[in-house]
């Protein structure tokens, strides 16, 4: 075979054949994706924590109603539904209120933690850690100081503040003093009637709330920001199904949060509770017809002790 032509021109060629990697797919992208999309939430989360309440209410508007923002005439035929501006469009006042009730309340939720650290940190005023009840709603802050059945902040049957409770307005009025809400003080009795003659639960819900006033003006508490006073007697009680216990006697401070419109703040919340003349009870009216007995306005010493109210 050595001679054989044939074989003197065949030519062995080794081909080596390349191995690429394995396709690993686009999971890498999603994840990716998932990334982008959790950085931009972020950010948007953070920008809208640090806007102002104008910004977010403008934010809220919009995508309740895009079109409140576009200007001028599109591609599309049609008429503008806002005014072609650059700056941004003044916030309708229902957002206003919105965002300025809401930074209202939580200012209030702030100071109404004050003073229930500082109840919670004075060993004095221990007895009035269950006592003193503390909320805040969109018309306002309510401190409710709740009796017991051997009176807690008034002698029995009177308008004189016990030592503890001169104490304890103290340090409310330090706080509530701060504040630029206006103040109204409410005082409320149980449905048992008052039995000294000339004088009645309405004059003594009056004259405890009157006391309370003096004694916040007393420390520091300015008389601008105390606008109203309210003697109710037991027209709204705290419970209605126990009309005689102790617990409904009380007295509220209702730091109000200003807004526009008609609805203001009314006994033991909104203004749909009736009757309104038990929400106005005149005090000066209630001690002419009774002329013998001395308004707190004058003396917190009242001793009328017939029966608990």
Known sequence: MKNDPSSENIRIIFKKKAHRGEHHGGAWKVAYADFVTAMMALFLVLWIIGASAQVKGAVSLYFSNPDFFKGGAGILSGSSKAPPSKEMLPLPDIFQNTYMVRAQMDKLQEEGKKIEDIIASQPDLNVFKDKVKITVTEEGMKIELIENSEGLFFNVGSSEVKSEAMVLLKYIASVISKLQNQIII??????????????????????????????????????????????????FLKHKDKPFDFTNRRVNILLVIPKSGPKQMTPEGPSSHEPQAAAQVPLQAKSNQHKGVKSAVDSCSMTKSQRPT
């Open 186 to 235: 409410e005082g409320h009795t149980d449905a048992s009637p008052y039995d000294g003659e000339g004088y009645s639960n309405w004059e003594l819900s009056s004259d405890r709330a009157n006391a309370a006033r003096r004694l916040l003006e007393d420390n520091g508490v300015p008389d601008t920001q105390i606008t109203e006073i309210r003697g109710l007697a037991a027209k």
